[in-house]
């Protein structure tokens, strides 16, 4: 069955990284996108773009350029976000999901905090 | 960035029928915009009822299903239980690029 894992939570200072990662199973990685999406503590959905997991070529949506970063790895079928100079309001639940049928990520908690 | 509306919230009875909608700032709903449905309890994972307007996955009870009405995508719970209390969100595609609604609010009461 298709299952996607990603890493856990993190904690963070302002000005750091981070790297989540999604690892899929079940399915041939290569032959889907992925895409992430962004929750905001009581806030909905918001994407943030996806990357072609056969090339690695990404695509970002509004708002997500600069300091986000998506990547994938054929040989281990996972993909990352890594975002970078971390803000407050970079705080959310950040999660991988595969297009086609839509299966999920059970999501990755940022926080960051001074 | 086309804008994509739902109701905010909405109240069923239990054992009741109730249909949410899904709007596009650009006109009507197609198939092309492969609308899916989402439900999403509190502190869980989204989790996909619908895709492609109308195909249930594997876990969707057959209480839910999708279709495309007047010009909207819309999600069409019959019978509603307790459980199914939630937050919806619908998505449409635009060419790949992924927009999701607002969310509705679905009260069992």
């Known amino acids: 069955q298709v299952q996607l894992v990603q890493s856990g939570s993190e904690l963070k200072e302002p000005g750091a990284s981070v790297k989540v990662s999604c690892k899929a199973s079940?399915?041939?990685?290569?032959?889907?996108?992925m895409n992430w999406v962004r929750q905001a503590p009581g806030q909905g959905l918001e994407w943030m773009g996806w990357i072609n997991t056969n090339t690695g070529n990404p695509t970002y949506a509004q708002g997500f350029t600069g300091r986000f970063v998506f990547s994938s790895d054929r040989s281990v079928s996972t993909a990352y976000l890594q975002i970078s100079s971390l803000k407050a309001e970079d705080t959310a639940v950040y999660y991988c999901a595969r297009e086609r049928e839509g299966y999920w990520g059970q999501g990755t908690l940022v926080t960051v905090t001074s | 960035q086309a804008v994509v509306t739902q109701e905010p919230s909405l109240t069923v009875s239990p054992g009741g029928t109730v249909t949410l909608t899904c709007g596009s700032s650009t006109g009507a709903v197609t198939s092309g915009h492969y609308p899916y449905w989402f439900q999403q309890k509190p502190g869980q994972a989204p989790r996909t009822l619908i895709y492609d307007t109308s195909n249930r996955q594997s876990w969707t009870p057959a209480r839910f299903s999708g279709s495309r009405l007047g010009g909207k995508a819309a999600l069409t719970l019959s019978g509603a239980q307790p459980e199914d209390e939630a937050e919806y969100y619908c998505l449409l595609s635009y060419n790949g690029a992924w927009v999701f609604g607002g969310g509705t609010k679905l009260t069992v009461l």
């Open positions: 079940g399915y041939i990685f290569s032959n889907f996108a």
